[in-house]
């Protein structure tokens, strides 16, 4: 069928929408709703499409498109459920099981006839994670089953006046029932309120006399102190007292005073010192390796089992500072020196990595310059994986992958996907040609023309696109919560294999014939030097789509084609 995706953004579930969707040999169209309802009429006109499908929209279809035309909505909640904040709900209010619902666009917001539903558990994550991860699974789920039945065209959608639909209506949440009383709100409390809030739109609070919107939550067992009082520092987050115990908080924003451009989210401590030098809260690293019965938060960690190393990393967004690059190769170098046969990168679930971060760099006093940092610090942990030839290297993506982080998993032996995973190996939308060794380790992947095509293309690939191109070279059918153990198991098993010295052995001569062949320094130098002209012209499209990007203002096309702009994470 000709199927047209009508989006607020080009977010994770609009991309794997559209990827699997074309895997199962559909022709799919995106139009970006944002921009209002002229292009949405638009792209209906020119694509003409058997059945128009909606991921993820914050603003209601044209009436006369939904009237003329079958438009099926993917809500994130059950059946019955309607309202805004449906997500938020689930996770603030520790929900165990949640839903997504497929159902048609009317005149009431989400009233319409139910197509398909499908249920999810909630575990206790962000509601951003628990969006790309287990919700997302079920909106694909749900939104396949949809599509055959109303290709079959024998199926009734049920109307939401059946006595089996309860209908549920929620106002949206608004930021006096996300407020923290930090002297009355237990630890459990104060973190269901902010992993209900994580991504958008965060809680709105009070720091150092400033009204900043709180961004993320991770329990800590040790540190104590007054309730709301600020605590310590750990690479960029801060922890924060409640009246049982502390909260680390990865990210703030500031709120936007009148006449300001956009804020957007950057790491609490930076946030913190760019409006007191000096305030003081001490740093308090966490070891590489933590006992199991730590409960505190740390972006970066190693444990050892047998043979295999598992070095573990999760950054906000997925975006990498040059900060975080610099600790990650030093992790990296760290577990290059246990006596281990397989070295497994990657977090326990969510993001890879999405390369480079926008945000700390649009935040920068010269974004040019900090660029370059970013770019070069990436490079060396690329360069580092690269140049490993005493083990096997896996990347293990429990989550999405973009731009540097998705040629951070190439620079890998073997590349390992959870089948819903999206990966998007391309630079385009930023206006960037790229670097972090892509023109080595993509066409050595999947060939010169196909490398040429993903880049200049870019579009999203689904996990098992990438499988058949040669990108991945194993996908794991896990849960989003079982990935992390059955990635260890495999990892396990390829340790004990009797051939696993034959493989070291392998990699390590064509290393050195492909560096005989062209050094991996050529690359970099050849990779930067157009990259730098890129970061040090002012009127480079790189600038202006980067500051979009970050601050989450309209960009892109207005046409109904798959390459549109929008947030890719």
């Known amino acids: 069928?000709?199927?047209?995706?009508?989006?607020?953004?080009?977010?994770?579930?609009?991309?794997?929408?559209?990827?699997?969707?074309?895997?199962?040999?559909?022709?799919?169209?995106?139009?970006?709703?944002?921009?209002?309802?002229?292009?949405?009429?638009?792209?209906?006109?020119?694509?003409?499409?058997?059945?128009?499908?909606?991921?993820?929209?914050?603003t209601a279809l044209p009436e006369d498109v939904w009237r003329e035309h079958t438009c099926l909505i993917v809500h994130p909640g059950p059946p019955g459920d309607r309202g805004p904040s449906s997500l938020d709900r689930a996770v603030s209010g520790r929900a165990e099981r949640w839903g997504v619902t497929v159902l048609q666009a009317e005149a009431v917001m989400d009233a319409g006839p139910i197509w398909a539903a499908e249920p999810f558990p909630v575990p206790p994550v962000g509601k951003s994670d628990l969006y790309r991860n287990e919700a997302s699974d079920a909106a694909v789920t749900a939104v396949m089953t949809a599509v055959r039945r109303y290709a079959e065209g024998a199926h009734k959608p049920l109307a939401q006046t059946d006595e089996s639909v309860t209908v549920v209506r929620r106002d949206v949440v608004r930021q006096q029932q996300r407020r923290i009383d930090w002297e009355q709100d237990d630890t459990e409390t104060v973190l269901s309120k902010l992993r209900g809030a994580d991504s958008q739109?965060?809680?709105?609070?009070?720091?150092?006399?400033?009204?900043?919107?709180?961004?993320?939550?991770?329990?800590?067992?040790?540190?104590?102190?007054?309730?709301?009082?600020l605590l310590a520092q750990r690479a960029g987050a801060v922890c924060r007292a409640?009246?049982?115990?502390?909260?680390?908080?990865?990210?703030?924003?500031?709120?936007?005073?009148?006449?300001?451009?956009?804020?957007?989210?950057?790491?609490?401590?930076?946030?913190?010192?760019?409006?007191?030098?000096?305030?003081?809260?001490?740093?308090?690293?966490?070891?590489?390796?933590?006992?199991?019965?730590?409960?505190t938060w740390t972006d970066i960690r190693y444990r050892q089992q047998g043979d295999v190393g598992f070095l573990s990393f999760s950054f906000p967004g997925g975006a990498m500072s040059t900060g975080q690059c610099r600790r990650l190769l030093a992790a990296?170098?760290?577990?290059?020196?246990?006596?281990?046969?397989?070295?497994?990168?990657?977090?326990?679930?969510?993001?890879?990595?999405?390369?480079?971060?926008?945000?700390?760099?649009?935040?920068?006093?010269?974004?040019?310059?900090?660029?370059?940092?970013?770019?070069?610090?990436?490079?060396?942990?690329?360069?580092?994986?690269?140049?490993?030839?005493?083990?096997?290297?896996?990347?293990?993506?429990?989550?999405n992958a973009a731009a540097g982080g998705a040629m951070l998993a190439l620079a890998a032996d073997q590349v390992w996907c959870r089948t819903g995973v999206v990966l998007n190996p391309h630079y385009r939308r930023m206006g960037l040609y790229g670097s972090e060794f892509w023109t080595y380790t993509l066409p050595r992947?999947?060939?010169?023309?196909?490398?040429?095509?993903?880049?200049?293309?870019a579009l999203p690939a689904s996990a098992a696109t990438a499988r058949r191109i040669g990108l991945v070279d194993r996908l794991v059918p896990a849960t989003p919560q079982d990935f992390a153990a059955e990635a260890g198991r495999l990892a396990t098993d390829l340790a004990?294999?009797?051939?696993?010295?034959?493989?070291?052995?392998?990699?390590?001569?064509?290393?050195?014939?492909?560096e005989r062949h062209r050094p991996l320094a050529r690359y970099r130098e050849d990779e930067l030097a157009?990259?730098?002209?890129?970061?040090?012209?002012?009127e480079a499209p790189y600038h202006a789509l980067r500051s979009a990007f970050v601050r989450k203002t309209p960009g892109g096309s207005h046409r109904p084609l798959a390459p549109v702009g929008g947030d890719l994470r």
């Open 445 to 457: 992947r999947v060939g010169t023309e196909r490398a040429g095509r993903l880049t200049a293309e």
């Open 332 to 399: 990296y170098q760290e577990a290059l020196s246990r006596p281990t046969r397989v070295l497994v990168l990657g977090g326990p679930r969510d993001f890879f990595s999405n390369g480079i971060h926008l945000n700390v760099i649009e935040a920068a006093p010269d974004p040019a310059q900090e660029s370059w940092a970013n770019l070069n610090a990436m490079d060396d942990l690329v360069e580092a994986v690269l140049r490993t030839t005493d083990r096997l290297v896996v990347a293990a993506l429990a989550g």
């Open 242 to 295: 409640t009246r049982d115990g502390a909260v680390w908080i990865p990210e703030l924003r500031p709120r936007k005073n009148s006449g300001d451009p956009a804020p957007f989210r950057r790491p609490a401590a930076c946030v913190l010192a760019s409006w007191h030098p000096g305030h003081g809260l001490p740093e308090d690293p966490a070891p590489l390796e933590l006992p199991p019965d730590r409960r």
């Open 530 to 538: 157009r990259m730098h002209t890129l970061f040090f012209d002012p």
């Open 201 to 229: 739109p965060g809680v709105l609070d009070e720091l150092l006399g400033h009204e900043v919107f709180l961004h993320g939550g991770h329990p800590e067992d040790r540190w104590r102190g007054r309730p709301g009082a």
């Open 496 to 514: 004990a294999t009797a051939g696993l010295d034959r493989l070291i052995a392998e990699k390590a001569a064509a290393r050195t014939a492909d």
């Open 1 to 58: 069928m000709d199927i047209l995706l009508v989006a607020s953004a080009f977010n994770s579930l609009s991309q794997r929408l559209y990827a699997e969707l074309s895997d199962h040999g559909h022709q799919v169209d995106v139009v970006l709703a944002a921009h209002g309802p002229d292009p949405v009429r638009a792209a209906v006109r020119e694509v003409r499409p058997d059945l128009i499908v909606a991921p993820m929209l914050k």
